[in-house]
Structure formats: C-alpha cells, structure tokens
C-alpha cells in the first residue's frame, strides 16, 4: 500500500470537509479506488488528508498530479510506501521539486 498524504495548516474553524473534499475528489480523478483517513492535530493546527492506494511501487503516484494539488490547495505532500523506507515530499513553496529519502 502506498500513502499519499496532503498537510495544510489551518485554524480549528476552518471548513475541513470542503477542504477535504477538494484534495480527495480531485486526487480520485486518478485514482477512483483510493481510501481516504484524515486527521487534524490541535498543537500544531494541521489537518492531515491520507489517501492510500492499493500498489506496492511508490512509483506508481503520479507526482504530476500532486504537485498539482499541492499548488492548486496549497498544501504540503508526502508519498510513502507501507514499509516507509522510500518517501517522496513536495513543498508548494519551494523550490518546485521533490525531495527523495530512501
């Protein structure tokens, strides 16, 4: 299984079902079959959006639609695959490229 998770921060009244809905709905343009988990820390005020695919290869993401995402909501993304060995991050705004850790 990999992970696609989409960080924004965001103060407890915000609409997070709206938010939500936009990541989730235009990320299963892609990937109609994908489960959704969200979670929002209080401390850091961060709304997490998990989507999770059912492929083993981190490589079968398409980073071109997540960074698209990312510009589009503003927000921050990581790809993980299930073992957390291989991790791919975007930040919206930086440099416009993706960071690898293996």
Request: charged share 35%.
């Amino acid at each position: 299984m990999i992970t696609t998770k989409f960080y924004i921060f965001i103060d407890a009244d915000s609409d997070f079902d709206t938010i939500t809905n936009n990541i989730t709905d235009r990320f299963q343009s892609d990937y109609p079959d994908v489960e959704v988990e969200t979670d929002y820390d209080d401390d850091e005020e961060m709304l997490s959006i998990s989507l999770n695919v059912d492929t083993e290869d981190i490589e079968d993401i398409d980073t071109f639609l997540c960074e698209e995402i990312c510009q589009e909501n503003e927000v921050y993304c990581e790809i993980s695959s299930e073992n957390a060995e291989d991790t791919k991050n975007y930040y919206f705004d930086e440099e416009d490229k993706w960071i690898y850790k293996n």
